[in-house]
């Protein structure tokens, strides 16, 4: 409730003094109008002094910033007793507002949310939170309502310490002498009320301080919790990018292995592609000069063939060994097309001995139609 009355008492300051500052900078620029009348001067020490119809003077130009309590604190207290004044609850409004929700403060103490409000336009650089004139003079009606119940409530508490039910009687235990005076017998109620007056003030202190007492330690067991749940949530954000660092990090790490393992499957495909290669070129190389070797082989037999057939054919008649030698050439250049057709066939990667077994089976049957067509 302190803090109630001290943030009125601020408010109602900040104003007094812009409202002053305001009007005599109007008086000092407008000298030649006529002058308006003085308005009140409304001090810190007056604002819940004010009767409780009364509204906060607003003047054209004004720049204040109204305000009623702090972020994540309770608007309303609750009364000394069973209240019936505001049946209609025009004074404490019924409405949630969750910036004066004392459960989320640990969430709107944030420095982000605290910057996202001070955008907005919702809190002030102090924390507090941003009211209207309407809600404003709302509060500080109810806040003397507050001030009035109290000071109520401790008269009736004080007067009923200085006066009790029935003063002026003795009690039984105390018993009259006969030597005291009739003085003394006046001066011992009121010495007896005036000494049950201290020790109720002293009782009432004590309780008060007890309550004072009470409220801080639960205001210190409130921050202390936040603070620690602050620190938790820090601890955890760290902890959850420290892992999440770890995990990118393998992640990295497993890809790196994947791309070593996969380039190197790569530089052996390409090795494996160039002795392929190689051996393909080594291989058409020696089928080539095969291929050429069989060629010469062929010709040297066919001029051997030809030069022998010649030599037998001298003794005979010419018109025969004519004839004869033309069907010997004929059948000749019939056996050197199928041998030229089988070498057309004939694969670069068939074996070498199966080769020699063709060109030797070729020279037998040139051989044996020479003997069987030249007598």
């Known amino acids: 409730m302190d803090l109630h009355f001290r943030n009125g008492g601020k408010l109602g300051k900040a104003a007094a003094a812009k409202a002053t500052t305001n009007i005599l900078r109007s008086g000092k620029k407008c000298s030649t109008s006529p002058q308006k009348p003085k308005t009140p001067e409304i001090g810190a020490a007056h604002v819940l002094e004010l009767p409780l119809g009364v509204k906060l003077p607003v003047f054209p130009g004004m720049t204040n910033v109204l305000y009623r309590t702090h972020i994540s604190e309770k608007l309303y207290q609750p009364f000394w007793g069973f209240n019936l004044t505001d049946p209609y609850c025009q004074l404490m409004e019924t409405t949630y507002n969750n910036l004066h929700d004392p459960h989320l403060k640990s969430y709107y103490h944030r420095n982000s949310m605290l910057t996202t409000l001070r955008r907005g336009g919702f809190i002030t650089s102090n924390n507090n939170v941003i009211c209207s004139l309407s809600e404003f003079n709302k509060y500080r009606q109810y806040l003397t309502r507050l001030k009035i119940d109290t000071e109520r409530e401790y008269k009736k508490q004080h007067n009923s310490a200085v006066n009790p039910s029935r003063p002026g009687i003795c009690y039984a235990g105390h018993k009259v002498h006969d030597n005291c005076d009739a003085a003394k017998l006046q001066q011992y109620p009121l010495r007896k009320e005036a000494q049950a007056a201290a020790n109720q003030e ?119 060994k004519k004839a004869k030698m033309k069907q010997g050439l004929f059948t000749f250049l019939k056996l050197i097309t199928r041998f030229v057709l089988v070498l057309k066939n004939y694969h670069p990667y068939y074996p070498v001995s199966r080769m020699y077994k063709i060109t030797q089976q070729n020279k037998r049957i040139i051989k044996k139609k020479a003997k069987h067509q030249i007598p």
Not at 205 to 225: F, S, V
Not at 253 to 261: H, V
């Open 202 to 320: 002293l009782v009432m202190n004590r309780g008060y301080l007890d309550r004072i007492r009470k409220e801080m330690k639960i205001e210190d067991r409130t921050e202390y919790q936040r603070l620690f749940c602050i620190q938790k949530e820090d601890r955890m954000c760290k902890d959850h990018h420290a892992r999440r660092l770890h995990l990118c990090g393998k992640i990295e790490e497993e890809w790196k292995d994947k791309e070593k393992f996969l380039l190197t499957k790569l530089g052996e495909e390409a090795a494996r592609d160039m002795t392929i290669e190689q051996c393909e070129r080594i291989r058409e190389k020696t089928a080539q000069k095969r291929q050429a070797y069989l060629e010469k082989k062929i010709h040297i037999i066919y001029q051997k063939c030809v030069k022998m057939a010649m030599k037998k054919n001298q003794k005979e008649e010419p018109v025969r």
